[in-house]
């Protein structure tokens, strides 16, 4: 289930319910009433973005103050039930850029039940930075995760996020015996050992929360459709979380490179040069 209106709206696929009960009435009471700020692709500008709605609430739950009480959510989710409610952000860049959500209420549950662009043509653009830290093909099978979770095929998602950690693993196992930092055959090791093995190179996010992996795992294997859909959310969050941590320590060694490269050729310049 989301935990905030962030993951509602930009990872959550259709038909997922919330229970509006004392988890779910704040992202209810944000949704319909309050501001909103994510962070995610313009399709129509073509790069990441920032989409915001600013605050409908009011004084006391009328126009104007932002503020709005437990009992108007409440009885604004007994008005709201069966009826759909319409969220529009607009683009930080322009606009006249638009993202647009559905939502309804059946029986005390809110569902998400549309949105434009869809969700993978938003996560498409926000996805190609991945390219640099992920195997050939990573992106297409992200994609496909969150195309599967769309129609509601919680095991086939969660057997490409899954794909994910394994390919990721086998990297790291292939550049640590390259570096000659790791003798063992790491691929004769069970996946909490190979994290523990390489726990030195990997994102700190997979070393810490290493038991993702066998909740994907029984996901594949034990769990059914409607409860991976359940925790798909989360586990793409983790999965994206993982890999923007990956990136981000590739785009530091490779900076910290450039760097101790131009120190050198500075250092050789100013010691072979004369001084008075």
Same mark, same amino acid.
């Given at each position: 289930?989301?935990?905030?209106?962030?993951?509602?709206?930009?990872?959550?696929?259709?038909?997922?319910?919330? @229970?509006?009960?004392?988890?779910?009435?704040?992202?209810?009471?944000?949704?319909?009433?309050?501001?909103?700020?994510?962070?995610?692709?313009?399709?129509?500008?073509?790069?990441?973005?920032?989409?915001?709605?600013?605050?409908?609430?009011?004084?006391?739950?009328? =126009?104007?103050?932002?503020?709005?009480?437990?009992?108007? =959510?409440?009885?604004?989710?007994?008005?709201?039930?069966?009826?759909?409610?319409?969220?529009?952000?607009?683009c930080a860049r322009n606009h006249a850029h638009k993202?647009?959500?559905?939502?309804?209420?059946? $029986?005390?549950? +809110?569902?998400?039940?549309?949105?434009?662009?869809?969700?993978?043509?938003?996560? !498409?653009?926000? +996805?190609?930075?991945?390219?640099?830290?992920?195997?050939?093909?990573?992106?297409?099978?992200?994609?496909?995760?969150?195309?599967? =979770?769309?129609?509601?095929?919680?095991?086939?998602?969660?057997?490409? #996020?899954?794909?994910?950690?394994?390919? #990721? +693993?086998n990297n790291h196992a292939?550049?640590? !015996?390259?570096?000659?930092?790791?003798?063992?055959?790491?691929? !004769?090791?069970?996946?909490?050992?190979?994290?523990?093995?390489?726990?030195?190179? #990997?994102?700190?996010?997979?070393?810490?929360? $290493?038991?993702?992996?066998?909740?994907?795992?029984?996901?594949?294997? @034990?769990?059914?459709?409607?409860?991976?859909?359940?925790?798909?959310?989360?586990?793409?969050?983790?999965?994206?979380?993982?890999?923007?941590? @990956? +990136?981000?320590?590739?785009?530091?060694?490779? $900076? @910290?490179?450039?760097?101790? $490269?131009?120190?050198?050729?500075?250092?050789?310049?100013?010691?072979?040069?004369?001084?008075?």
């Open positions: 289930m989301a935990s905030n209106v962030t993951e509602l709206l930009v990872t959550t696929p259709f038909y997922s319910p919330i @229970e509006l009960g004392d988890t779910g009435e704040p992202i209810f009471e944000q949704l319909v009433f309050g501001s909103i700020v994510i962070d995610c692709h313009c399709t129509e500008c073509g790069k990441d973005s920032t989409f915001r709605r600013d605050s409908l609430a009011s004084n006391g739950g009328g =126009a104007g103050s932002g503020v709005v009480t437990v009992a108007v =959510a409440k009885q604004t989710i007994k008005i709201i039930e069966g009826n759909t409610i319409n969220i529009e952000l607009y993202m647009r959500y559905w939502f309804t209420v059946q $029986k005390g549950k +809110l569902i998400k039940i549309g949105q434009y662009p869809s969700m993978v043509s938003i996560s !498409r653009g926000g +996805l190609r930075k991945y390219s640099k830290v992920i195997y050939d093909g990573g992106i297409r099978e992200l994609e496909s995760a969150m195309t599967l =979770a769309t129609h509601d095929h919680g095991i086939g998602a969660v057997v490409y #996020l899954r794909r994910i950690i394994e390919h #990721l +693993l292939k550049l640590a !015996r390259e570096n000659g930092t790791f003798d063992a055959d790491i691929e !004769r090791l069970d996946i909490p050992q190979r994290i523990e093995a390489l726990r030195d190179t #990997l994102p700190r996010f997979l070393y810490e929360n $290493k038991t993702i992996y066998g909740i994907l795992s029984k996901g594949v294997h @034990e769990l059914s459709d409607e409860t991976c859909m359940q925790y798909f959310p989360m586990l793409l969050s983790s999965i994206l979380l993982i890999l923007e941590q @990956e +990136l981000s320590e590739r785009q530091r060694i490779l $900076k @910290e490179d450039v760097l101790r $490269k131009e120190i050198h050729k500075l250092s050789s310049a100013l010691g072979s040069s004369k001084t008075d």
